[in-house]
């Protein structure tokens, strides 16, 4: 058994709404006087630091972690250098206490899930088909019809996404937090 946090997540086909959602979320449950920490995947190589900068040219010269402090936030960039990706579990570990960790991608890991769904999004086929962590559905459709004996939410219900997710992990909001 791990000390890690709840964990809720966030999946969907490209342009499905999967950010938006995300940080709605995060806004809501912090609101509601929550510790959200967040998590999201990134399938293809990224940068979080400009070139040119000192902690780009730390990593640069061959440092396999970075840490960059200030006044306002602080960062420690790992570079893999050949090694493979860690684990979400990993990554999960080494986060700071929190009251629920919100995820974004991860599609194929064993946490529950809401699904994105909009007209306009890459693709149309459900990932609730072969997902049985997906719990519920977020969509744009007037009348989503796709998505069997799960519960559908309306993409901009944000209020109500909350709930289902505080209810789904048995989380309460925080005493004197504005709802």
Not at 5 to 16: C, E
Not at 75 to 100: F, N, Q, Y
Not at 163 to 174: I, K, N, Q
Request: overall charge negative.
């Amino acid at each position: 058994m791990t000390d890690t946090p709840p964990v809720f997540g966030v999946t969907g086909w490209k342009n499905s709404g999967k950010t938006t959602l995300t940080t709605r979320l995060i806004s809501e449950l912090t609101a509601r006087g929550l510790r959200v920490a967040s998590l999201k995947h990134a399938h293809h190589a990224f940068d979080i630091d400009t070139p040119g900068t000192d902690s780009f040219r730390h990593r640069e010269a061959g440092a396999q972690e970075t840490a960059i402090v200030g006044g306002a936030r602080w960062a420690v960039m790992h570079e893999l250098r050949g090694a493979d990706e860690p684990s979400m579990e990993e990554i999960l570990a080494r986060l700071s206490p929190c009251d629920i960790v919100i995820v974004e991608g991860y599609k194929k890991e064993s946490h529950p899930k809401i699904e994105c769904r909009r007209a306009d999004a890459r693709r149309q086929d459900a990932l609730s088909d072969g997902d049985p962590q997906i719990v519920a559905v977020a969509s744009d459709a007037p009348a989503e019809t796709r998505a069997g004996a799960l519960p559908v939410f309306d993409i901009d219900d944000i209020a109500a996404i909350a709930d289902f997710v505080m209810d789904h992990r048995g989380l309460t909001a925080a005493a004197g937090a504005a709802q």
